[in-house]
């Protein structure tokens, strides 16, 4: 099954990977090990999962803003998500996309924590259109 | 958002990767604040500098620009770094740390930034005129930016500033425009506040009843624009405050009339909330075993008042009190003689560094005494540090003998 969602692609570049989501919000610094790209904050739903070449979708950033800092050394050592699909976009995660040259999609006309989950395939394109195909 | 084509050759990679990822930042934060276009700046201010904050990720970033040739094109100032790069020895650095920090600094000095280290860069040669658009980073310099000088910026982190110093341009949004710097709540000051740190108090009442708004503040008189850098320090760090105005003191009050002021929030701030606020900040502690003093940095009056009260004193054996300032400022206080004062009487005035991005927390210390709520609001979560909120001349009294 094929889901079509409409949003915002501040990075207009196209990407495809699988879906990795959380309702909780992530901190970058202190949160993921840059790395390995593991997810290191205790008591985090995701804690343990990695994040590297995935789609992550969660509703927003937290934390200190050296998290801009840690998406930029995780894309240089390659354990960076391929994309990034947010509710509610914040700086530290947009200065972090940018840097890194990451996909970031926002202000979808659904509720991406609801439609996608994890291990769905997701398409990004650069209008902002995002491809969602169901895990069998 | 429009482009010009200068910039559309900077995003397009035309002078190099790192220009590009300069850009692209700076874009991106414009489409997401919807800015319309690009503005150029005066000046830069960039945080993010010590390396007990931004770790190795950090130094790779600034290593990986200064590598790809990224350089300033504005005056561009540095906030405190993690250790005084001459006397780091004497504050219980080791070598690891000065050599991880040093590496930040010369990768910031091959992009052009002046090594400044300080928090007050509009003190010692980075001073915007009214009107001028800047990107300045560090919130207690970026309040004072937009209030005291009349620039216009927006709270900016170290890295859209570094962007900003790179491609001299901003995105023209929230603070750069004149409908946003408007007051919307009118703060009456029921009180006369008799020291720095009450003024501080005030401050930080204000930005926490008010965490995103710009206060329009009347009954204050007229205060030294050292107590306004206090006082937007306060605001700045218990809020998201940019910009206050004061009545009759700074440079856009008198464009707000009774008229326009009419329609907005009121509020009353007495004593009694500001001494409410100290007490809530302020652990119930007696002993006295260090007193850090400059936070925001001391300027060269502060200095003076401190030299002053020195004069004739000892600090008690085996206490602290440590002083934070710029190397300029430390350099004129020098010639005056303030320094030698300091020192003679036992205590230490330190640059380029803080209370609050040094790694002090090695000292093993349990309590500081300090006279500012930034400090207070700071040391608790970055240092592990237990405060106790003084004015500056009670912390002075406490720590001499």
Redesign the interface.
């Known amino acids: 099954m094929l889901i079509l969602l409409k949003g915002?692609n501040?990075?207009s570049k196209e990407v495809e990977g699988e879906a990795l989501v959380t309702s909780q919000p992530i901190s970058f610094?202190g949160g993921v090990n840059?790395k390995t790209g593991l997810i290191i904050e205790k008591n985090h739903e995701l804690n343990g999962k990695n994040v590297a070449r995935k789609v992550l979708v969660f509703p927003y950033g937290k934390g200190?803003?050296?998290g801009?800092?840690?998406l930029?050394?995780m894309a240089?050592h390659g354990t960076a998500p391929s994309a990034i699909l947010n509710i509610k976009?914040e700086?530290?995660i947009?200065?972090g996309?940018?840097?890194a040259?990451i996909p970031?999609v926002d202000r979808l006309n659904k509720n991406p924590l609801e439609v996608i989950r994890t291990g769905d395939w997701v398409k990004i394109f650069s209008d902002g259109t995002v491809e969602v195909k169901k895990k069998a | 958002m429009y482009l010009t084509r200068e910039e559309e050759h900077m995003f397009n990679g035309e002078y190099g990767e790192g220009l590009a990822k300069c850009m692209r930042l700076l874009v991106v934060l414009g489409e997401l604040f919807e800015a319309k276009k690009m503005v150029k700046v005066k000046s830069c201010h960039v945080s993010g500098v010590s390396y007990k904050n931004i770790g190795e990720p950090g130094l790779e970033l600034l290593k990986g620009f200064a590598e790809e040739n990224v350089r300033v094109r504005v005056k561009t100032t540095l906030n405190p770094s993690g250790m005084d790069r001459k006397r780091w020895k004497k504050t219980g650095l080791d070598k690891d740390f000065a050599k991880k920090q040093s590496e930040v600094l010369k990768a910031f000095k091959r992009m052009g930034v002046s090594l400044s280290c300080s928090c007050i860069p509009y003190l010692i040669g980075n001073k915007p005129k009214f009107g001028d658009y800047v990107a300045w980073a560090e919130s207690s310099a970026t309040v004072y930016a937009n209030s005291v000088l009349g620039a216009k910026t927006n709270r900016e982190s170290g890295l859209s500033a570094l962007a900003s110093a790179v491609t001299g341009r901003t995105p023209y949004y929230g603070y750069l425009l004149e409908e946003n710097r408007k007051p919307n709540v009118r703060v009456k000051v029921k009180f006369k506040p008799s020291n720095q740190l009450e003024i501080s108090a005030l401050g930080y009442f204000v930005g926490k009843n008010f965490p995103e708004k710009v206060p329009f503040f009347s009954g204050l008189g007229l205060v030294s624009k050292d107590w306004l850098k206090v006082l937007g320090a306060g605001l700045a760090s218990a809020g998201a405050i940019a910009l206050y105005h004061v009545e009759n003191l700074t440079p856009e009050a008198k464009f707000f009339s009774e008229d326009n002021l009419k329609d907005i929030e009121k509020f009353e701030v007495g004593l009694g909330e500001v001494k409410q606020t100290i007490q809530d900040l302020s652990e119930a502690y007696e002993r006295c075993e260090a007193v850090f003093l400059g936070c925001p940095h001391y300027s060269l009056s502060q200095l003076r008042e401190v030299a002053a009260f020195l004069r004739g004193k000892k600090v008690k054996p085996k206490a602290r009190l440590w002083i934070f300032t710029s190397r300029l400022i430390y350099e004129k206080a020098k010639k005056l003689g303030y320094v030698r004062l300091v020192e003679k009487a036992g205590g230490l005035v330190l640059c380029d560094t803080c209370m609050v991005v040094s790694p002090l927390e090695r000292l093993g210390l349990e309590v500081v005494y300090t006279d500012s709520c930034k400090a207070a609001h700071y040391l608790p979560s970055t240092n592990r540090l237990k405060v106790k909120l003084e004015n500056t001349l009670e912390c002075l009294r406490r720590i001499t003998v």
């Open positions: 915002r501040l990075l610094f840059p200190s803003s050296v801009s800092y840690v930029y050394a240089k976009t700086a530290i947009a200065v996309c940018a840097l040259n970031l």
